[in-house]
């Protein structure tokens, strides 16, 4: 079974930074994708970044500019840095990854148990 771990979250001023970072448990056979998603209270889970083993990554419209993806493909890790945070960033941030266990294996999608962000004064 996989298991992402995820790690960096806290408190945080407004305009401060934090760095989240996410880990596979296990060896992985293939990625076709990691990134991160977020859930504020009340509202739905949603798209925060995603990079792709191939193709472009891909950011929220509200994050653009503040936000940066960094994968280490080798590790099978993935990154947030998050700078200029607003008090509209505070969620649950939940490290995703769709991948395959093992030659032959399904593609699946496998979810952290999220770590929370708190962006107040």
């Known amino acids: 079974q996989v298991q992402l771990v995820e790690s960096g979250g806290g408190l945080v001023q407004p305009g401060g930074s934090l760095r989240l970072s996410c880990a596979a448990s296990?060896?992985?056979?293939?990625?076709?994708?990691m990134g991160w998603y977020r859930q504020a209270p009340g509202k739905q889970r949603e798209l925060v970044a995603t990079?792709?083993?191939?193709?472009?990554?891909n950011y929220a419209d509200s994050v653009k500019g503040r936000f940066t993806i960094s994968r280490d493909n080798a590790k099978n890790t993935v990154n947030l840095q998050m700078n200029s945070l607003k008090p509209e960033d505070t969620a649950v941030y939940y490290c995703?990854?769709?991948?395959?266990?093992?030659?032959?294996?399904?593609?699946?999608?496998?979810w952290g148990q999220g770590t929370q962000v708190t962006v107040s004064s």
């Open positions: 990079m792709p083993s191939l193709g472009r990554t």
């Open positions: 995703n990854a769709d991948l395959r266990r093992y030659y032959g294996d399904a593609r699946a999608q496998y």
């Open positions: 296990v060896s992985i056979f293939s990625v076709n994708a």
